[in-house]
């Protein structure tokens, strides 16, 4: 029997092709992640792997949106817990986007409304990532005093160090065209075609030999950045939950709680 999941925040179920369905399910909080959606994504990605005859992942949100970034109420609670805690907590992230980026078949996320902060690491840490002409994506961790550590090798190998420090620095928002433009997708279709073009990707997948796919996608991670040793892995986590529990952090997570600018903005005076 195919491994499936039919509640929760992380819902997942493998067709007859062998092709797995796996869809973020906070629609009322725009898919925003926080421990338990983190820990559904591990969950599904663990049955997967263990799933007999698996050929491509499909990955996609319910709702408007697809991932509009972290829960900053979690995360402001997150914050105010032990180190170990956010070092906990990070690791999960981490390892969610890092189990993402290595599964040994095609994952295809399918992107719809907003795509920001942990929503582009997951769009990075896929194989083909397709828009809707509604999109829009950022990188925003910086607004609120944090940073996106744990999603940088990934979005390096999509965008490139070069946009990357753009995008990663200045928060701002960007629209499907422009997300084409610099690698994070590789087509922008109208909203109502958005799941055939993805079956389309999907035929194209399913003719070719798995075994070959499997040593094809594992040589291109080799030479990626996405490729850490476990040091480096570390690292990256502990500078990930250091951040969240800075000064700098604490003020911008109350600046969106309180609805105002940080104190760090420009004057309006």
């Keep these: 029997m195919s491994p499936s999941n039919a509640a929760g925040p992380v819902l997942w179920g493998v067709d007859a092709r062998g092709v797995a369905a796996v ?3 906070r629609p009322e909080v725009n898919n925003a992640y926080n421990g338990e959606l983190i820990q559904g994504l591990l969950a599904a990605l663990d049955a997967l792997g263990g799933a007999k005859g698996l050929r491509a992942v499909l990955i996609k949100g319910n709702g408007r949106h697809f991932q509009a970034g972290a829960d900053l109420k979690w995360i402001d609670a997150v914050r105010t817990s032990s180190a170990e805690e956010n070092v906990r907590v990070s690791r999960a992230t981490a390892q969610a ?4 980026n290595h599964v040994p078949v095609p ?12 929503g582009t690491g997951l769009a990075a840490a896929c194989d083909v990532v397709i828009a809707a002409d509604n999109a829009m994506f950022s990188i925003a961790e ?20 070069r946009q990357l420090r753009r995008y990663g620095l200045t ?26 073009a ?35 892995f570390t690292a990256l986590i ?10 700098e952090a604490a003020e911008g997570l109350a600046s969106f709680a309180e609805k105002r600018a940080a104190k760090w903005g420009p004057s309006k005076n």
């Design 23 to 25: 869809t973020l399910n």
């Design 97 to 100: 986007v890092a189990r993402l």
């Design 107 to 118: 994952t295809i996320a399918l992107i719809q409304g907003a795509c920001f902060g942990g």
């Design 142 to 161: 910086v607004r609120w005093g944090l940073t996106a550590a744990i999603i940088v090798p990934q979005l390096n190998d999509a965008v490139g160090v």
């Design 171 to 196: 928060g701002e928002r960007f629209g499907a065209a422009e997300a084409w433009r610099i690698g994070l997708v590789h087509e922008v279709v109208p909203l109502a075609d958005l799941a055939a």
């Design 198 to 232: 993805g079956e389309r990707v999907i035929d194209h997948v399913l003719e070719n030999g798995p075994d070959a796919i499997a040593e094809t996608k594992a040589l291109t991670l080799k030479s990626a950045f996405g490729d850490l040793d476990e040091a480096q």
């Design 238 to 247: 502990e500078s990930h939950a250091a951040k969240r529990q800075s000064a």
